[in-house]
């Protein structure tokens, strides 16, 4: 091979490169064709014969490392393109050191070193190599980071706990483009304020930008619930997508989605996702938490589809979402060896830890009573995400289960802090407190405040019916319940809740007048259903019938659904493929009716 320690033998070698070459003209074109796996073949050969005859110039040996790094890379041979990035980056540093003069030449045919590093970072995270790349990227100075250079290093910064390093990345990528609106979000959800995010971008989107107003209404909207103040962003949010007409825009959709998530109202959360997902199928954005969704609000057959269909577009099975859904799937059937499978496999992606996929995991691990293990995991995703109210309210349904009461306090007060105060919150301070006597009286107190500010917020008015209930004050329960069955808050929900109240009072016929208005109400309530069927099965056959016919009604009415919206046709099991999620896993999901 030529010496790269001298000048003038890089300068005589390089002139040589201009010259035809038949192997490293061959390569090139092969690659330039995409023929990747003959680029990395014949270069196997070229390797050796070069170590013994020079048949390329240390230019050009390092443009074709390169090559085979990014033919690597597109076949999805991480670990390979890896190896050949590092070998360019050795022979590329000497190469320019030794005739400076040359160095726009060579940047020319091999791109600059910067480049292949951030070539080498795509690699390493790939191979789950977090820290590794995190180094190769620090090790570009300053001054010659791009764009993609401080938006990976931002995001890495984030992910290992440096927010100050992380913000200083974000910004720079602002400064070039203000309209990186994820830049936006993670600097935000870092602590900048929307002042801070305005200063940056005034000079070229004032200037330049045609209707503005949108997106300083999304900034605002989108710093309101960084502020954990979900409900002016959903407000916002609304305010844009009405005056602009942006019904079928998937950024605002997920924005929506995730602040009424945020805020507790995972309905509107649930129709914001679906909305999303009908203008964007083939978008897995925000797909695991549409996932939790389906599962959280009983919706088996939605969540099949959903998962049936990202599952078929997963085809290499890195992303997180299709794992995350089947998990969820796989709970909502009571699969809990395959749910756990899934939900290890969702909980990371690219080497980062999946906040969606990590929930999932403790769902699996409270349903196997593996309690300690469910707040591990509860405790990562509120270490990353701490203004996410899931992760508070599993662990303090754990300790809670375990007995462990003055920690759910603990962490349920903590909740305030981190959340902000709104109805969901308050009701889990009440959960927390209602089991001590002692404590009861703050626990009423807690869900005052919880309903004045939503005064339909049923898990509140369940718990005011606990209280009730354990003091023995059956008649107050009653009476609670049908005050607001008369103001109509989600009736069918509040008749099932007062079914059972008046069970366990001893008052079985006026319990089963209330399961069947349930039922009459909601004719896929399953609770009403059972305890139906408990106080009266002869009343439960009589209304089978037309109970089935009407199921019979929907699924017609689904069927011709998909005929005419043939993007949301459900994917047969058939339709699978080899993938890792099909065969022998499929087998144990056969399409039944769900909870």
Known sequence: ???????????????????????????????????????????????????KNDILTDAQLCHVYI?????????????????????????????????????????????????VKYKLYLCLIQCKKTSDALKILQSVPAKQRNVQINMALGNLFKQTGMERAAVTCYKEVLRTYPMALDAI???????????????LIRDKTTKQMPQLDWYQSWIRGSAAVAAKDNFTGIKIFMEIREKWNLVGCVS???????????????????????????????????????????????????????????????LNETRSEPWVASAYYAISINRLSKAVIFAMRGSSYMGMKMPEGLIAKAHVFMKLKKYQEAVECF????????????????????????????????????????????????????????????????????LERALEIDNGFLPAIFNLVDIHESDGKYN?????????????????????RLAGLLSRNGMDDSAADQYAIALKLDPSNKEAREGLNRLDPTSVRANESSYELAGEDMDLEDEDEDEVNTDFGVISQADHGDSELDASIWEDFALTETR
């Open 1 to 51: 091979m030529t010496s790269s320690t001298s000048g003038p033998a890089i300068t005589g070698d390089y002139v040589k490169a201009r010259k035809p070459n038949f192997y490293y003209d061959n390569i090139k074109s092969m690659f330039n064709s995409e023929l990747y796996s003959s680029v990395l073949s014949f270069s196997s050969w070229v390797f050796p014969l070069n170590q």
């Open 67 to 115: 090559l085979c790094g990014d033919a690597g890379y597109r076949l999805h041979d991480f670990y390979r393109a890896e190896n050949f990035y590092r070998r360019s980056l050795q022979l590329y540093k000497p190469l320019i050191k030794a005739s400076p003069h040359l160095k726009s030449k060579v940047q020319e045919d091999c791109g600059t070193s910067t480049d």
């Open 185 to 199: 979000e993670q600097l935000l959800l870092l602590g900048c304020n929307e002042d801070d995010i305005q200063s």
């Open 252 to 314: 605002l959709l997920h924005s929506l989605g995730v602040a009424n998530t945020n805020y507790g109202d995972y309905a509107a959360a649930t129709e914001a996702f679906k909305l999303a997902h009908h203008f964007e199928p083939m978008n897995m954005k925000g797909m695991d938490l549409y996932s939790f969704l389906l599962w959280h609000e009983d919706m088996g057959q939605e969540l099949y589809k959903l998962m049936t269909r990202l599952n078929e577009m997963s």
């Open 379 to 446: 405790r990562e995703v509120m270490s990353r995400n701490p203004e996410r109210l899931e992760p508070h309210r599993g662990i303090v349904d754990c300790y809670m289960a375990t007995a462990r009461g003055r920690e759910a306090m603990t962490v349920a007060i903590g909740a305030m802090k981190s959340v902000g105060q709104s109805p969901r919150v308050f009701n889990l301070c009440a959960t927390a407190l209602k089991k001590d006597p002692l404590t009861v009286s703050k626990a009423k107190a807690y």
């Open 476 to 496: 107050e329960g009653i009476q609670l319940l049908k005050s607001y069955i008369d103001a109509r808050v989600s009736p069918s929900k509040l008749h099932v």
